[in-house]
C-alpha cells in the first residue's frame, strides 16, 4: 500500500520556493491500476518520486507497506527501492551498453549470480518482444522498442509496484496502445501500476482508478 498524509514538497528558489506538491493525501491498494492525470507542471512527476522515495516530503507523512520512507536513512533506502520498477520520461538507458547490459544492470546492483541474472533478463525482454535484440544497442531501436527496454528493466528484478511517468509520450497511437497493453498484463498478475499521464485515450482503454492534480493539489 502507498498512502499520503497532508504531503507538501517545496523546492527551494527565488522567493521562498516553489510548491510542486501541496497538502496531499491520497492512498493506493496493492494491485491496483492508478492514473495520476493533471496538467503539465501539476505535480505527477513529485508524486511518483516521492512514492519511490527519489525526493523526500518537505512536510507530511509518505507511507509503503506502512513504512515511513520520509524518515528512512539513507543506508535504508536502496532497500525500499527494491519493491519499485521505474520508468522515466526519458528513459535513462545507457546508449554505450546493449540492450542486454541495460536490463541486468539492477540485477548486478542487488547481487544476482550471472545465470539467475541471466535467466531473468532474458524472461523480461521476452514479455517486452525483445529477446532477438539482446545484443542490439538501444540506438538502433525504434521510440517504442526504447520504451518497452525501458519497461524490461524495471520489471526484471519483479517488483511489486511499477512507476511510469508519461509512458506513451512520443509514441504514435498503435505503440500507445500496445504498450498500455503491456502494463495491463504486469497489473493482471498482482503488480501495483501507477502511471503519470495526460493519455486521456489511454486512460479510456485501460479504465483505471484516475487521481487529479491541479497546481500540486489532488482535486479529485
Do not use: W
Request: proline share 4%; glycine share 8%; hydrophobic share 45%.
Amino acid at each position: 500500500m502507498i498512502s499520503f498524509s497532508q504531503v507538501t514538497k517545496r523546492y527551494p528558489g527565488a522567493g521562498g520556493g516553489y510548491e510542486a506538491l501541496k497538502s496531499a493525501t491520497l492512498d493506493i491498494q496493492p494491485g491496483e491500476m492508478v492514473f495520476i492525470t493533471g496538467h503539465s507542471g501539476a505535480g505527477k512527476s513529485t508524486l511518483l518520486k516521492l512514492m519511490a522515495a527519489i525526493e523526500r516530503p518537505t512536510s507530511g507523512t509518505v507511507l509503503v507497506n506502512h513504512q515511513n520512507v520520509s524518515t528512512l536513512r539513507a543506508s535504508a533506502l536502496p532497500f525500499v527501492r527494491r519493491n519499485f520498477g521505474l520508468m522515466f520520461q526519458d528513459h535513462k538507458l545507457l546508449y554505450d551498453r546493449s540492450v542486454y547490459q541495460n536490463v541486468v544492470l539492477p540485477l548486478n546492483i542487488i547481487g544476482y549470480n550471472a545465470a539467475e541474472a541471466g535467466k531473468r533478463v532474458r524472461a523480461a525482454l521476452d514479455k517486452v518482444g525483445l529477446l532477438a535484440k539482446e545484443k542490439a544497442m538501444p540506438v538502433t531501436l525504434s521510440g517504442g522498442e526504447q520504451q518497452r527496454l525501458a519497461i524490461a528493466r524495471a520489471i526484471v528484478h519483479r517488483p511489486s509496484i511499477l512507476l511510469a511517468d508519461e509512458p506513451t509520450a512520443n509514441l504514435d497511437a498503435a505503440y500507445a496502445l500496445e504498450l498500455g497493453e503491456l502494463l495491463r498484463s504486469f497489473n493482471q498478475v498482482g503488480v501495483t501500476v501507477v502511471i503519470a499521464t495526460h493519455d486521456e485515450q489511454l486512460q479510456s482503454r485501460l479504465q483505471p482508478r484516475c487521481i487529479a492534480l491541479a497546481q500540486g493539489r489532488v482535486t479529485q
